[in-house]
């Protein structure tokens, strides 16, 4: 149950002005307030028949009704209610009606909503959604969902059970029509059969599907017809093999004997050697690879055969893609003089300090933040040297005002996102020894199907935490665009600092 409502409906300034108004016309109208509270929830969900009571709570201090906008298909048990202490309504003491509402079957075949609404005076408190189903009902029996077709074929049924009108229809029909066919059943009324007929099948094992609807063209239950024929059949038709995978397993499900060979055009391809080339029945096919540091994708095809015995019979033959991914090389970036001039630094009275180069890197004082704009996606990683003890190390990932947050110092990491970006679910930080002056933070981004970012952090080349952006989280962080990279030292002027040396881009890998 939601808790007990208040709605105090009070309008000061519209009775001022209804007031004004009025006045233009010689007469004045009050506007009275309404105290109407109500315990109910916002929508009741009931079965056809047998549906169980439920009870709402009504208290107003005006008179109140609770009425349905079809009052023959339930009982109300108090559709209207006096007014109630307003005095003992505005401290919540005042005793609410607790009123039943009990709803008649429902004997149609379709389902229906009704609406309940809970009033008092002129306010109209809550509309209360109420969904009940129809006594309509369409099913396949279990045991016909699957039926297996000998290779011989010849005719096969399935029931229907309903109590309405309905169709069947071949799903795949344009790939089954040479051999597959409904010959009786294809619209019923009530309980009912399907019918249908194979051709004689002399191939590879093949599928068909029967998919049966209501009387609203609803599909309600989908039948899978197997003839029996030969089997071949890889898990996938195009494998794919991480840069240093060294092997990569594929099952195969088959009821013969089979062959696994390089393509005609791929038998010079040295890179992998196929281990299991002669194989019965279902297995799996087994593949040794290479580490791949081409800096490209290497592809190949594999030709799976059926063996036989004559020319007469029926070959099947399946060209399977094997790719494999390339050892993705980060580029590093050396803070020399050119690489300290090409970072943007922020000035304000928070960030007063100015980084320099000092022969070994990017000398960053405290307090000061520098900045790179519209940096590519994928993953940075900064190598710090010479952090000094009380410096607060900074890396934010900004993108159109929404910041990631990465800070660390006295031996933990802090992460966390501003409130544009949402709270982190579950956050892990990571700990470290504090006495250590070097460090590599990094933030990755990569691409998600659904167009948004996977983020992971690093420390020290070791992930610690991750998440995924979306509509609630992160809404700005959509794979493409362009990342603003803040790096700052917080700490003691004239006392803090820490040297940036190097950072390196690692670009995320892509199949395409």
């Not at 990094?442 to 998600?448: A, E, K, Q, V």
């Amino acid at each position: 149950m939601t808790t007990m409502k208040r709605i105090l409906y009070s309008i000061l300034a519209a009775a001022v002005l209804i007031g004004g108004l009025a006045g233009c016309k010689g007469k004045e109208e009050a506007v009275t307030a309404v105290d109407l509270r109500y315990r109910a929830e916002n929508s009741y969900d009931l079965p056809a028949t047998s549906a169980q009571p439920f009870t709402i709570q009504v208290v107003s201090d005006k008179p109140w009704t609770v009425r349905s906008a079809h009052p023959t298909w339930c009982i109300i048990s108090d559709e209207s209610g006096e007014a109630s202490d307003a005095g003992l309504v505005f401290l919540g003491k005042a005793t609410p009606t607790v009123i039943t509402v009990q709803y008649y079957d429902n004997t149609e075949l379709d389902d229906r909503e009704d609406v309940i609404e809970i009033k008092s005076d002129y306010w109209v408190g809550k509309r209360i959604k109420v969904s009940q189903k129809g006594i309509a009902y369409l099913e396949i029996p279990e045991e016909d969902l699957n039926i297996d077709i000998a290779k011989a074929g010849g005719d096969y049924s399935f029931h229907v059970l309903s109590n309405q009108n309905w169709t069947a229809k071949i799903k795949n029909a344009s790939e089954v029509e040479s051999w597959f066919e409904i010959t009786n059943g294809e619209e019923g009324t009530l309980d009912g059969t399907v019918s249908v007929h194979a051709a004689t099948n002399i191939a590879e094992q093949r599928y068909a599907y029967v998919e049966v609807y209501d009387r609203h063209d609803v599909k309600m239950a989908t039948v899978k017809f197997t003839q029996d024929g030969l089997q071949l059949e890889p898990e996938t038709m195009e494998m794919r093999a991480e840069w240093n995978q060294a092997v990569y397993e594929l099952p195969v499900a088959s009821n013969v004997s089979w062959t696994a060979a390089k393509h005609e055009e791929h038998t010079s391809d040295g890179w992998y050697t196929i281990e299991n080339p002669s194989n019965t029945g279902n297995a799996n096919l087994r593949i040794t690879l290479q580490p791949n540091e081409t800096g490209a994708i290497r592809e190949s095809i594999i030709v799976l055969e059926n063996v036989t015995s004559s020319e007469e019979e029926f070959k099947a033959r399946k060209e399977i893609k094997l790719r494999q991914a390339y050892k993705v090389v980060p580029v590093r970036h050396i803070c020399d003089e050119a690489e300290v001039g090409s970072w943007g630094v922020t000035s304000s009275t928070s960030w007063t300090g100015t980084p320099s180069y000092n022969g070994t890197g990017m000398l960053v004082p405290a307090p000061t933040q520098i900045k790179k704009s519209s940096m590519e996606p994928g993953l940075y990683t900064f190598h710090w040297s010479g952090i000094t003890a009380g410096s607060k190390m900074r890396l934010w990932y900004v993108i159109s005002g929404q910041e990631i947050k990465y800070n660390f110092k006295d031996g933990t990491t802090d992460i966390s996102g501003n409130s544009s970006f949402g709270s982190l679910p579950n956050v892990q930080n990571a700990s470290y020894d504090a006495s250590v002056t070097t460090h590599e933070p990094g933030i990755g981004l990569s691409p998600l199907a659904d167009g948004y970012c996977h983020v992971w952090f690093l420390f020290d080349n070791t992930e610690f935490y991750s998440c995924d952006t979306g509509a609630s989280l992160g809404s700005n962080y959509k794979w493409g665009t362009g990342v603003d990279i803040y790096l700052g030292v917080e700490g003691t002027a004239g006392t803090d600092s820490a040297v940036l040396e190097w950072y390196e881009y690692t670009a995320p890998f892509s199949w395409d």
